[in-house]
């Protein structure tokens, strides 16, 4: 496995972590329906957060996970795509 898959699977369990502090936020603030839709989409946990992170106070996180986001797309695409994550099977070709 590469650095790059290694800094790449950091990235995205970091981005793991973001997610569940805006769903414990969702829980709290949004009520059941939203902590759940959010549990389901992490998408929506991902608008849900940005929509109300200057009015919860928790917009340092929203930027982190953002910043994790694009900074784990970049690594998988220089990593040589999803190949690279471990467990992935690869072509062999004969």
Do not use: D
Request: charged share 5%; glycine share 12%; net charge positive.
């Amino acid at each position: 496995m590469s650095i790059l898959a290694i800094l790449a699977l950091l990235c995205l369990i970091g981005s793991i972590i973001c997610w569940i502090i805006v769903l414990i936020k969702m829980f709290q603030n949004g009520g059941a329906l939203m902590g759940i839709l959010g549990l389901i989409c992490s998408l929506w946990a991902f608008i849900w957060g940005w929509m109300n992170s200057g009015k919860l106070g928790f917009r340092n996180i929203m930027f982190i996970w953002t910043a994790l986001l694009i900074l784990y797309a970049i690594l998988i695409m220089a990593a040589g795509g999803m190949g690279a994550m471990p467990g992935m099977p690869t072509a062999n070709t004969p």
